[in-house]
DNA sequence: AGTATTGTTAGGTATTATTCTTATATAGGA
DNA sequence: TCCTATATAAGAATAATACCTAACAATACT
């Protein structure tokens, strides 16, 4: 569903706060490329966002586009889909359970909660189709990045660093 | 958190059972391969799963292994993390919200609902880092999608098909 | 206003993840 | 043991994403 005016609205407003507070420059290329995350409810990937642009930017580069939405997630201005970006990572478990994520360093821990087993699942979602698993995801920095920064970010493929356990 | 001996040996025979319930060859790669992501808890990704199998098996493939983690993935016996596949996908809603996934062709819808702000974080997770946001994922058939088959796995890229909204 | 300084971009190239192609090997049944 | 449909290895191909550099643009300094 797409969101209103007003919400895209303030979205908008948000970012270009938030770019002036941190001294970042508000740059043409980068109010259409937030703009056009920010208006649609579709998630789209890199290609999608940057195909739009170019449509009202035609001499935009991909990179830019890359560039951009990185930076606004760092920013916490838009967010990813899943954990982590890279590589697909598998999961052996095929009993129901949960994770805990670490936005640092990509760690990611399983946990199984029995109350989370009934979660009800609201009209909104039902009309959206067939529930078949439910996941909680908790997010946040695990006790190894923790207390130290989390600039955003994962660290490329977590290089060097297997996530630990 | 290793899964004990003993699940590893449950996931085992699940796994060798399923796949000659299915008619599927049980080849010596694919119990090495299954078996390195199913006695860690570490979810590995797929150049690191085969890197361990190489080492009991120097001339596995690469493509091998993908191509036996995608057949597991659609079998149920091991899973992916997050929406999965490919690109990375941005979301333009800062807010908190949720997420309603569609295993088949990707489609993600957002719902926000109230009663899962406060949701308890187990002790468990706790010990495992600073929890910082929580999001809810169901998954399963979107309604363009259903009744239609669902074989698992996401089409690639979502090919031609943009995700319907 | 004119110029130095520093951040940003386009475009091309490099890198990395994943899949495809094809000749060869092998599991599992006859 | 032999046969044949599946699987596999190896290498080439493709797709997604990141890097590099020269040209630009915006602010800061004079």
């Known amino acids: 569903m797409e969101p209103s005016k007003e919400e895209v609205k303030a979205r908008t407003d948000r970012f270009a706060q938030a770019l002036r507070d941190s001294g970042t420059r508000l740059t043409h290329q980068r ?80 946990f199984y909660y029995e109350e989370f087993d009934g979660l009800e699942v609201p009209a909104e979602v039902d009309r959206m189709g067939d529930v078949a698993t439910t996941h909680v995801q908790f997010r946040g920095l695990c006790s190894r990045c923790w207390p130290r920064d989390g600039k955003g970010r994962m660290s490329q493929g977590n290089e060097g660093r297997k996530p630990h356990e």
Chains 1, 2 share one sequence.
């Open 31 to 110: 109010v259409v490329i937030f703009q056009e995350v920010a208006k649609t409810g579709e998630h789209p990937d890199a290609d999608t966002v940057f195909r739009r642009v170019r449509k009202r930017m035609p001499s935009i580069s991909l990179d830019t586009v890359y560039r951009t939405l990185w930076m606004l997630n760092d920013m916490g201005l838009i967010s990813t889909l899943g954990p982590q970006r890279g590589r697909v990572r598998f999961d052996g478990n095929a009993s129901p359970h949960h994770h805990f994520v670490c936005t640092d360093c990509g760690f990611v821990g399983d």
